[in-house]
């Protein structure tokens, strides 16, 4: 079939497309109320703004927040961020995470959190009543744009309009100040909570020791899992956790198979889990000590904890580092007879793996196998394997590994521009007849063209002077 009659498959596809609509996330009814609600705050301006928001009675919801938040930019930040605590008091309404992190985002809180503040102080100057819940929504805001100074001048201003602190709002200062690596604020944070009456929980607890953890300070870490039962919490898996994993990165082996062993004997609630255990083996395979690692597997096993797909990716990974391939290949024999993972996500570990250690032969032929056998290869096994055939000048290797894919009709999706290399490929190696099977495979799926490999394309066809391909081709490049 010659190149040229790809024109007629793009030119149908094309002329039978149905009309586009938009997809706008925000309907009418939504963008009627963010109208209405901006509409009152430029009338009223950030005086007192709160007394009056609760008589525009429209529907608030995530998508109006979101859009009241847009009209607000760039310029009208600290009247958006009013808006938004205020939206966070509704007893209808309530943002989550997500929703903290895209108003930090929409109002430039990062680059601008001076106006933070603003707000707080502007609270103040106009006289406004806060509760403590005003206090929280401001708090979880530097936490979703991890401002942990301005979170601190929050958390000390709360005296100042006679409200307490709770765990809760400590918590949240905490955390950030852990993140940031700095634990001696955070330390002093958490004392400063006995002498209000308050006692750190679980999560006060959690966050110390991950922050110790994560700055090499494991006796501290380990200190206060001994003074947690004091302050009413008892030791979990998650803190044992927590703390293994900095003894594992920070500290000995030794210590770290003498905590693991301690979970064990524990039981119970501290039991070791799968994240646990895969902690350890990883910690031993980063360190060369593989053997180590695989009579890990063997106790985790033992111990009734059967090895999840990232386990076994981060020993055959190793193995094949170590060019222990037929260990790799013994190791999920066991594992797959345990049931606990099944020989398609292994073999295609084993096959990113491969291709990754340049041993590219023996990945296609373990591919091949799986096809015969019918065993599915997971999409980025597929993916890289096509991708460096493609690398290493096989195309046409690559594209019969991907039409031999489609005949199965089991694998969920291959990343989008292997087509477009693909078919820049059997272009530029003049496979006609492929080229057409892969143009229509990409219409039938509607793939387009990557703008990256666009120009590619097209400067190849342009010299079979096939304006008409060159222009079915341009519009769905675009």
């Known amino acids: 079939m010659a190149l040229s009659s790809i024109s007629k498959l793009f030119s149908l596809s094309i002329s039978h497309k149905p009309p586009k609509f938009s997809t706008l996330n925000s309907p009418t009814a939504t963008a009627s109320s963010a109208e209405q609600f901006y509409t009152h705050l430029q009338r009223n301006g950030t005086s007192n703004i709160e007394k009056t928001l609760s008589t525009v009675n429209v529907p608030l919801d995530s998508n109006c927040v979101t859009d009241v938040l847009h009209r607000c930019q760039p310029n009208q930040s600290q009247m958006g961020l009013r808006f938004f605590i205020w939206a966070g008091l509704q007893s209808n309404y309530r943002h989550s995470s997500f929703m903290y992190s895209k108003a930090c985002e929409l109002l430039h809180i990062n680059r601008n959190p001076g106006v933070v503040v603003d707000v707080v102080e502007g609270y103040r100057v106009d006289g406004v009543v806060v509760s403590p819940k005003v206090f929280k929504v401001v708090l979880n805001l530097c936490r979703g744009g991890r401002l942990a100074n301005e979170a601190l001048w929050v958390l000390r201003k709360m005296k100042e309009f006679g409200l307490q602190a709770d765990t809760t709002a400590y918590n949240v200062v905490i955390r950030l100040f852990c993140e940031k690596g700095d634990m001696d604020v955070a330390e002093e944070l958490m004392n400063e909570m006995g002498l209000s009456d308050l006692y750190p929980d679980m999560i006060t607890h959690v966050a110390m020791i991950k922050g110790f953890s994560n700055v090499g300070r494991l006796e501290d870490a380990c200190g206060l899992v001994k003074l947690m039962r004091g302050h009413g919490c008892v030791p979990n898996a998650v803190v044992y956790s927590t703390l293994l994993d900095g003894v594992c990165r920070f500290g000995s082996m030794e210590r770290a198979l003498e905590l693991l062993g301690e979970m064990e004997k524990e039981g119970g609630d501290c039991s070791p889990n799968v994240v646990t255990y895969t902690s350890v083996i990883q910690s031993f395979c980063e360190k060369g000590q593989t053997m180590e690692a695989l009579e890990i597997l063997d106790r985790m096993e033992a111990f009734g904890c059967a090895p999840n797909r990232v386990t076994v990716s981060c020993l055959i990974n190793h193995l094949c580092m170590e060019r222990s391939v037929e260990k790799a290949y013994k190791v999920i024999d066991k594992v797959v007879a345990g049931g ?139």
Do not use: N, W
């Open 340 to 478: 606990s993972v099944s020989y398609g996500d292994c073999y295609s570990s084993l096959i990113v793996s491969l291709v990754k250690f340049q041993k590219l032969e023996e990945a296609e032929k373990l591919f091949r196998k799986m096809l015969a056998g019918g065993v599915k290869p997971d999409s980025l096994a597929c993916s890289i394997l096509i991708r460096k055939l493609c690398l290493e000048g096989r195309v046409l290797d690559g594209f019969c590994l991907s039409d031999e894919i489609e005949k199965f009709e089991f694998i969920t999706s291959i990343d989008s521009d292997l087509y477009s290399i693909l078919l820049v490929g059997l272009c530029q190696q003049r496979h006609s007849m492929e080229a057409v099977k892969l143009a229509r495979l990409m219409l039938k799926k509607g793939i387009r063209l990557k703008a990256s490999y666009f120009d590619s394309i097209v400067g190849h066809l342009k010299k079979f002077e096939d304006e008409e391909l060159v222009k079915h081709l341009s519009k769905i490049g675009k």
